[in-house]
């Protein structure tokens, strides 16, 4: 278990969405940490598809149109958020929320779309190969939670904690935008070690360390005293997610566009152990 407590989630900023086919359209800038995988596979020439697959998880949503996923978020429980991937990435959004929501005056809700085979947004087109990314156009983030089953395929972890820093990495992308941090990064290039790309990823990475510190705080908290092993997990998903890991031998840094494993892993655990926004400003060091 991550969440406790128990009854109705919050679902008002969530919705279902997609349903179908549907090939690759223009890719939202700031995308999070599935997005690789299709800079990736078109860098190689390569079917997104051949790489992510189509497969569902235990919740079973790959083929769940858009009105199914909306009535299977609505009927979302906090103890349903324990062992459902639809349900757990509602209940992480509640949490993100609440927690973004004490620690940074002015934070407005994003909203969240789940979606199942492809989808459109603000930023044109996208599919489940596309991986959990966040358009600043709508002020959305998407995720397919068939992307989950991938990650573990990639040498993710397959523990809920792991899925929720998916979440909260996206929500920290939108805390990059409403801080100017997202449109800073996009004028500053989208590859290289050094890029605003590479900025851009590590400080969401940070940023859902800093939800995970507090996610777990306070008389009201959602999660359950978070352990050592469930941190460990989030730390294997971020190395299996980094550029080299991705890229495998011969990895050159010049065609980055999230940062390495041991980069990744590293800004998460700053966020995490301090628990401090201003920690996780990537731009102002080169010492990614």
């Known amino acids: 278990m991550t969440f406790q407590g128990g009854g109705p989630l919050d679902t008002s900023s969530v919705s279902g969405g997609g349903g179908g086919g549907g090939g690759m359209g223009r890719i939202a800038l700031g995308g999070g940490a599935g997005l690789i995988l299709t800079i990736v596979a078109l860098l190689f020439g390569i079917n997104p598809g051949s790489i992510t697959g189509g497969t569902g998880t235990g919740s079973g949503v790959s083929s769940q149109d858009a009105a199914e996923l909306d009535a299977h978020i ?3 429980t906090i103890e349903k958020a324990n062992t459902d991937d639809v349900c757990r990435i509602v209940a992480t959004v509640n949490s993100v929320n609440k927690v973004w929501s004490e620690q940074m005056p002015g934070y407005t809700e994003p909203k969240t779309t789940i979606f199942s085979g492809s989808v459109s947004t603000g930023c044109g087109a996208a599919s489940s190969a596309t991986g959990p990314f966040y358009c600043p156009a ?3 983030a998407y995720f397919d939670p068939s992307f989950f089953a991938t990650l573990r395929q990639m040498g993710g972890s397959d523990g809920p904690l792991a899925q ?5 990495h996206e929500y920290g992308h939108h805390v990059e935008n409403l801080t ?3 449109a800073k ?3 500053m290039g989208s590859q290289g070690p050094m890029s605003g790309s590479v900025r851009i990823e590590l400080q969401a990475d940070c940023l ?3 939800w995970a510190y507090h996610a777990d705080k306070g008389p009201d908290a959602m999660l359950e005293p978070l352990t050592q092993e469930q941190i460990d997990s989030v730390i294997q998903t971020a190395k299996a997610i980094g550029d080299d ?3 495998g ?4 840094p010049e065609g980055w566009t999230h940062g390495s494993a041991q980069q990744r892993s590293r800004w998460f655990t700053i966020g995490y152990e301090s628990g401090d926004q201003r920690q996780c400003d990537t731009f102002a060091t080169n010492d990614l």
């Open 74 to 76: 609505r009927s979302c």
């Open 138 to 140: 709508d002020e959305t």
């Open 164 to 168: 929720e820093y998916v979440v909260a």
């Open 180 to 182: 100017g941090v997202l």
């Open 185 to 187: 990064g996009q004028r």
């Open 208 to 210: 859902a360390g800093v």
């Open 245 to 247: 890991t991705i890229q």
């Open 249 to 252: 031998a011969g990895s050159n």
